[in-house]
T-cell receptor, first 110, second 116 residues
Framework: QKEVEQNSGPLSVPEGAIASLNCTYS??????FFWYRQYSGKSPELIMF????GDKEDGRFTAQLNKASQYVSLLIRDSQPSDSATYLC??????????FGTGTSLTVIP | GAVVSQHPSWVICKSGTSVKIECRSL??????MFWYRQFPKQSLMLMAT?????????EQGVEKDKFLINHASLTLSTLTVTSAHPEDSSFYIC????????????FGEGSRLTVL
């Protein structure tokens, strides 16, 4: 079993819709969770981080964490074509360990 | 946010030569840096974890004699691809931890290596 699993997609949503990206992780003791966005040919950039169960909102982005079920999700409201990218889920179980999912490719259709 | 700078952004070299890629944390001290490789349309693959002043820890399957990593200071780590071959052509990305947010990783811009 992989440490972090994501649906590779591709996920397509129309402009203005809500895009929902999901991620599950195996290490129940994980404490920190991150969502990165990666445009083609570019390096990842941090979108959101979350440590506590529940929702965390930042603009059009909402991260949701459920430690009991070991999943973390990212919702993108009012999706824009510029949101089209690969979204990487990352988990930091402890110290300097980081595990990345394979990424979900999102396409927002104008 | 914290800044990690990677250089060069693009490099083309002949087969058999060596290439050095630098990764610098510009406004914070990076106790740990990570080196990744990414092939087209594939996910990040962690190559090694580098701690300042100590030997890098390589992931399984990554040849430490081919991919030399040096982390001589808290702001600089280098990756040298020795005796490069066309199959080493890839996008190499560094990241660093040690910023204000616990556990946050900051990524360099990436270096695209093409070996002819």
């Amino acid at each position: 079993q992989k440490e972090v699993e994501q649906n590779s997609g591709p996920l397509s949503v129309p402009e203005g819709a809500i895009a929902s990206l999901n991620c599950t992780y195996s290490d129940r003791g994980s404490q920190s969770f991150f969502w990165y966005r990666q445009y083609s040919g570019k390096s990842p950039e941090l979108i959101m981080f979350i440590y506590s169960n529940g929702d965390k909102e930042d603009g059009r982005f909402t991260a949701q964490l459920n430690k009991a079920s070991q999943y973390v999700s990212l919702l993108i409201r009012d999706s824009q074509p510029s949101d089209s990218a690969t979204y990487l889920c990352a988990v930091n179980p402890a110290g300097n360990q980081f595990y990345f999912g394979t990424g979900t490719s999102l396409t927002v259709i104008p | 946010g914290a800044v990690v700078s990677q250089h060069p952004s693009w490099v083309i070299c002949k087969s058999g030569t060596s290439v050095k890629i630098e990764c610098r944390s510009l406004d914070f001290q990076a106790t740990t840096m990570f080196w990744y490789r990414q092939f087209p349309k594939q996910s990040l693959m962690l190559m090694a974890t580098s701690n300042e002043g100590s030997k890098a820890t390589y992931e399984q399957g990554v040849e430490k004699d081919k991919f030399l990593i040096n982390h001589a200071s808290l702001t600089l780590s280098t990756l040298t691809v020795t005796s490069a071959h066309p199959e080493d052509s890839s996008f190499y990305i560094c990241s660093a931890s040690g910023g204000q947010v616990t556990g946050e990783l900051f990524f360099g811009e990436g270096s695209r290596l093409t070996v002819l």
